[in-house]
């Protein structure tokens, strides 16, 4: 029997230290090589083509649609879901099945000994087989345990509108990403080739002025002040360039196309471009705004969940009623009866939650009131950020119309200018200066109106609206894009209701 000890406890130090020497190993390239391939596959899976030039409802339907950290919000929201069907199973008994062998090397037998006499009394005896089959369902409810899975799972449901409210400031944040970025990359489409265009002419305008200094026609320091203001005009191209040719990157990502993929926006000519008004009643704005902004009715949830707390560190000072019933087997020759069920009832109070639960629901109360501040305080911040949105929106429309004047003037400066280096009355910088100011005056126009276009919707996303309705005809891009456009067409004319998408 010692041998048989000492196997064992050999046996017991053997695993131990072969546990201790577990150790995984790294990532190899091949992994990761696969990884990669995985993810970009996943990534730009089941796209619909892009098979006609951009609108902007369509950019931010594809955005919507197959933006990563949209479809991660989605997923959030399933997540939440599923955990609260989780919960409810907390509310169910707890139920427990048991089945097994038991056997021993000998009988199981003992004798008694007289309290009295100190002689033994009854001869050594058995009444239990060395092999026999055993098993147990048993059913164990406790009440107060129902009580506290039952308001933690209104606590998990509360958690599943807070992920959807997160979801809705996520549509809101992708929405005015993309609004930002389409209207810089449609200026971007327009004046890249025009400044392309400008800079072949730089560059060539440079070659022709070298080539004279080289065969020193001319006053040498008024050919290199010529050669140094070109070059100068070069820098500013290509410095308005770089700003330019990022916009479609960035809205390529936003829409979660392929980096690299080549597509066209559908933007009306510069002449043409819709000046968006703000037609609405800011009262109503104001009313709309406390009502649907999702960080405010994040924060109704988060005060629910807190007074939820503060119901179940009251239920966990009263006692419990534990109603247990089960049904055994037991396959010993000598029961009389080898098959029953029993029934109990018994009450348990966890004495030390009377004294920590007063500080406990104290706790809570006042996590309840921070709370309802943190509300209130949100509250006052949102008003605050509307008012700055109108103003915004104000002051670029102001900005708007000063540079569309400005560009106007530049363009027919750049047009008389043009007229005289054809009459051969002024030098081909002085031309290319004109030109370069047009484009410049230009590109601030298209700015000024993407900022324009930007805070005109900054207002509707402080106001916390859906650009989406509750339902849509199909989840097809050119459905989304429709809804999209006949949302924005709604809040111009001044149709709003908050949480249209409830």
């Known amino acids: 029997m010692s041998n048989g000890r000492k196997l064992f406890s050999l046996s017991v130090i053997a695993l131990l230290v072969s546990g201790c020497a577990v150790t995984s190993q790294p990532i190899s390239k091949v992994q990761s090589e696969q990884r990669v391939q995985q993810d970009l596959a996943q990534m730009f899976i089941n796209q619909e083509p892009v098979t006609a030039p951009i609108t902007l409802h369509d950019a931010m339907a594809r955005a919507l649609k197959y933006n990563l950290e949209a479809r991660l919000k989605v997923m959030e929201e399933a997540l939440a879901q ?20 038991s056997g021993r090397s000998n009988l199981s037998a003992s004798s008694s000994l007289s309290v009295e006499t100190g002689q033994q009394s009854l001869e050594p005896s058995t009444s239990l087989d060395s092999d026999r089959d055993v098993a147990d369902l048993t059913m164990v409810w406790n009440v107060l345990d129902f009580g506290v899975s039952y308001v933690t799972a209104q606590q998990k449901s509360d958690q599943r509108w807070i992920a959807q409210e997160r979801k809705r400031k996520v549509i809101h944040t992708i929405i ?92 009306p000519d510069d002449t043409n471009l819709p000046v968006p008004q703000l037609n609405v009643d800011f009262n109503k704005l104001e009313e709309v705004a406390l009502v649907s902004r999702p960080e405010l009715r994040e924060q109704d949830y988060q005060v629910r969940i807190s007074a939820a707390e503060t119901r179940k560190s009251l239920l966990r000072m009263l006692p419990g009623l534990e109603i247990d019933a089960g049904g055994h087997y037991d396959s010993n020759s000598f029961l009389v009866n080898q098959s029953w069920a029993d029934v109990g009832v018994k009450v348990t109070w966890n004495l030390f939650n009377l004294l920590s ?8 109360k006042a996590n309840e009131v921070v709370a309802k501040m943190q509300r209130q305080a949100m509250s006052l911040a949102i008003m605050a950020q509307l008012y700055v949105a109108r103003a915004n929106y104000n002051e670029a429309l ?48 298209d700015l000024a109106y993407a900022e324009l ?37 709604d809040w111009q004319q001044g149709k709003m209701e908050p949480l249209q998408s409830f």
């Open 82 to 101: 599923r955990q609260l069907d989780l919960s409810h199973f907390d509310m169910l008994p707890k139920m427990a099945l048991a089945a097994g062998y």
């Open 176 to 267: 005015q990403d993309v609004r930002s970025a389409y209207w810089r990359a449609a200026a971007a489409e327009r004046l890249l080739s025009k400044i392309d265009s400008l800079i072949d002419r730089v560059n060539e305008a440079r070659s022709t002025s070298q080539r004279m200094t080289a065969q020193q026609v001319g006053d040498p320091i008024e050919a290199l002040s010529y050669q140094r203001a070109l070059l100068d005009a070069l820098r500013q191209l290509e410095e308005q360039r770089r700003a330019l040719s990022l916009a479609k990157t960035e809205l390529a990502t936003l829409m979660n196309l392929p980096l690299g993929s080549t597509y066209t926006l559908a933007v």
């Open 357 to 364: 639960g007063p500080a406990a629901r104290d706790a809570a």
């Open 398 to 445: 102001r900005q708007y119309k000063t540079s569309t004047e400005l560009s106007g003037l530049d363009t027919q400066i750049a047009d008389q200018l043009r007229n005289r280096y054809k009459a051969n009355s002024i030098g081909e910088l002085q031309l290319i200066q004109g030109e370069l100011n047009a484009l410049n005056a230009h590109l601030r126009q």
């Open 453 to 489: 276009r930007n805070a005109y919707g900054q207002v509707f996303a402080t106001v916390g609206l859906d650009p989406l309705p509750k339902m849509l005809k199909s989840d097809k891009v050119a459905d989304i894009s429709q809804a999209l456009d006949q949302t924005e067409a």
